[in-house]
């Protein structure tokens, strides 16, 4: 696998996680880098039929346990069928959410046991590992008060107590994956945030983008 060809977006609901790495996705493809954006969970059919069970709002509790397996049996079928032949190919890999997604929230959000999914992670990835994370970083609150409006999925709704504890353990991941997480005040504007990005990329890649 080529240095940084899997870069993943990782941060609580209405960090604006999405909009920056659709942003990356535009910007390499411009100079005709050969680039897919994933979005987890989801990505296959199988991955999405997925999603829909995790997502739905539901009048049955889902245990948190049910939730983490899910999430890694999408992410599983996601890493088997494009992931991996695509890194194999040489093509560049954007992701809207990947493996940390789980330490934060089923591990932050639900309390689930980090070792436990750390090793459940390593086996529904095959041990395939992104490169380079762009974590944005903002208070729950501001996610809460740029989502007004919008719909919530069930994991969305469960309150501003969860995205805190989210938002806490996605701090812990920063600090012990500094060689590969870098972390972006999400206060910034779109623009400075996706020109910072750009350039985080562009200096860990220069041989292959200039």
């Given at each position: 696998m080529t240095k940084n060809h899997f870069i993943t977006f990782e941060g609580i609901d209405g960090s604006g996680k999405s909009t920056q790495a659709k942003i990356l996705v535009e910007k390499l493809q411009s100079l005709n880098i050969e680039t897919l954006f994933l979005r987890e969970p989801g990505g296959t059919s199988i991955s999405e039929e997925i999603r829909s069970v995790l997502l739905n709002n539901r009048e049955d509790e889902m245990s948190s346990r049910s939730e983490a397996l899910l999430m890694c049996a999408s992410r599983a079928q996601l890493t088997k069928d494009i992931i991996s032949p695509a890194l194999k190919a040489g093509k560049w890999i954007i992701a809207d959410r990947y493996a940390d997604s789980t330490l934060a929230y089923q591990g932050g959000g639900r309390g689930l046991n980090l070792d436990w999914l750390i090793k459940l992670n390593q086996f529904a990835t095959y041990g395939i590992e992104p490169n380079l994370t762009f974590y944005i970083d903002i208070e729950p609150e501001v996610g809460f008060q740029r989502r007004k409006g919008l719909s919530s999925d069930r994991i969305e709704s469960a309150g501003l107590d969860f995205?805190?504890?989210?938002?806490?353990?996605?701090?812990?991941?920063?600090?012990?994956?500094?060689?590969?997480?870098?972390?972006?005040?999400?206060?910034?504007?779109?623009?400075?945030?996706?020109?910072?990005?750009?350039?985080?990329?562009?200096?860990?890649?220069?041989?292959?983008?200039?």
């Amino acid at each position: 696998m080529t240095k940084n060809h899997f870069i993943t977006f990782e941060g609580i609901d209405g960090s604006g996680k999405s909009t920056q790495a659709k942003i990356l996705v535009e910007k390499l493809q411009s100079l005709n880098i050969e680039t897919l954006f994933l979005r987890e969970p989801g990505g296959t059919s199988i991955s999405e039929e997925i999603r829909s069970v995790l997502l739905n709002n539901r009048e049955d509790e889902m245990s948190s346990r049910s939730e983490a397996l899910l999430m890694c049996a999408s992410r599983a079928q996601l890493t088997k069928d494009i992931i991996s032949p695509a890194l194999k190919a040489g093509k560049w890999i954007i992701a809207d959410r990947y493996a940390d997604s789980t330490l934060a929230y089923q591990g932050g959000g639900r309390g689930l046991n980090l070792d436990w999914l750390i090793k459940l992670n390593q086996f529904a990835t095959y041990g395939i590992e992104p490169n380079l994370t762009f974590y944005i970083d903002i208070e729950p609150e501001v996610g809460f008060q740029r989502r007004k409006g919008l719909s919530s999925d069930r994991i969305e709704s469960a309150g501003l107590d969860f995205q805190n504890d989210i938002r806490q353990k996605y701090l812990e991941i920063v600090d012990n994956f500094g060689d590969r997480c870098v972390i972006i005040d999400g206060n910034l504007s779109v623009d400075e945030i996706s020109n910072y990005i750009w350039n985080v990329t562009r200096d860990r890649t220069l041989d292959e983008i200039i």
